[in-house]
T-cell receptor, first 112, second 107 residues
Framework: DTAVSQTPKYLVTQMGNDKSIKCEQN?????MYWYKQDSKKFLKIMFS???????INETVPNRFSPKSPDKAHLNLHINSLELGDSAVYFC???????????FGPGTRLTVL | GQQVMQIPQYQHVQEGEDFTTYCNSS?????IQWYKQRPGGHPVFLIQ?????EVKKQKRLTFQFGEAKKNSSLHITATQTTDVGTYFC???????FGPGTRLSVLP
């Protein structure tokens, strides 16, 4: 069984559209994260979230919003997509803040 | 904010040669973690170091945390083609990843 899963694996869309990426973890972890990896392979934290607190990287545009229906899911919703949003987005989870993180397989988003 | 530097950015080695990547911080770190990302894959946790001067080994991989807890190194002995990928360091609870060292191993 996949520990951290993401859907879709690939997402191609037009500028201005709204899209969501889903993430689920079956590890029973309390904390989940979203990262953006650009073409230069830099990994940047976007959000970390547990059932008590959402921590937002202040550089993330407010077009990006995490939504957590329950502890096992942290979805990423993106409004008004821009060309610069093209990247690979990784979801991850950990038992506690700062612990070893388990990453999902990634979602490659291409904005045309 | 706190920054993590990694050197080198790229490293090409012949299979069987050794490889070392370094992670340096401007401030003292509570801990450091290392991850490996294969081409087209996702980051996979390798190890966490917590204590000053700590050294840990995983088969051909040796990880070290500096005495001042401001730097760390990952050394691979006798590289193999399976070692190809990007090695990232990250620390503590700020989730800041270094820029990574991309390793190529020529057979």
């Amino acid at each position: 069984d996949t520990a951290v899963s993401q859907t879709p694996k690939y997402l191609v869309t037009q500028m201005g559209n709204d899209k969501s990426i889903k993430c689920e973890q079956n590890l029973g972890h309390d904390t989940m994260y979203w990262y953006k990896q650009d073409s230069k392979k830099f990994l940047k934290i976007m959000f970390s979230y547990n059932n008590k607190e959402l921590i937002i990287n202040e550089t993330v545009p407010n077009r990006f919003s995490p939504k957590s229906p329950d502890k096992a899911h942290l979805n990423l919703h993106i409004n008004s997509l821009e060309l610069g949003d093209s990247a690979v987005y990784f979801c991850a989870s950990s038992r506690l803040d700062g612990d070893e993180q388990f990453f999902g397989p990634g979602t490659r988003l291409t904005v045309l | 904010g706190q920054q993590v530097m990694q050197i080198p950015q790229y490293q090409h080695v012949q299979e069987g040669e050794d490889f070392t990547t370094y992670c340096n911080s401007s401030t003292t770190l509570s801990n450091i973690q290392w991850y490996k990302q294969r081409p087209g894959g996702h980051p996979v946790f390798l190890i966490q170091l917590v204590k000053s001067g700590e050294v840990k080994k995983q088969k051909r991989l040796t990880f070290q945390f500096g005495e001042a807890k401001k730097n760390s190194s990952l050394h691979i002995t006798a590289t193999q083609t399976t070692d190809v990928g990007t090695y990232f360091c990250t620390y503590g609870q700020n989730f800041v990843f270094g820029p990574g060292t991309r390793l190529s191993v020529l057979p």
